[in-house]
């Protein structure tokens, strides 16, 4: 099964996701509370998949918290869980905008 947005939004649901320490640290950093990036996620869209990824398949997600853009690389588990592997807010210089990659 894909890390697609109806997983994300039914690991969300069910609390069954996991949120790496460095994703932790990263959404203190950036001063996102958990229910923001629950809520981000649950109307998230995947921009990028990853499915070569040597630590196993993941993707970008994006969704917004008070219209601002939140990326979350998402994984899954051993178990097959949703696992939030970092959290960031899109900026410049590596992107142009929430969707776009500055090559």
């Known amino acids: 099964m894909s890390l697609t947005p109806e997983f994300i939004r039914a690991e969300i649901e069910k609390q069954t996701y996991q949120i790496s320490l460095h994703a932790d ?3 203190l950093a950036d001063g996102l509370q958990i229910v923001e990036l629950e809520s981000a996620l649950r109307d998230c869209q995947v ?5 070569e990824d040597p630590r196993g398949e993941s993707c970008l997600a994006l969704g917004f918290v008070d219209e601002k853009p939140v990326h979350f690389v ?3 588990n051993r178990a097959g869980h949703l696992v939030l592997i970092t959290v960031y807010l ?4 590596k992107w142009q905008d929430p969707y776009t990659r500055n090559r």
């Not at 921009?47 to 499915?51: N, S």
């Open 74 to 76: 998402c994984g899954r």
């Open 25 to 27: 640290d990263e959404r």
């Open 47 to 51: 921009i990028e998949q990853y499915p």
């Open 90 to 93: 899109p900026s410049l210089p």
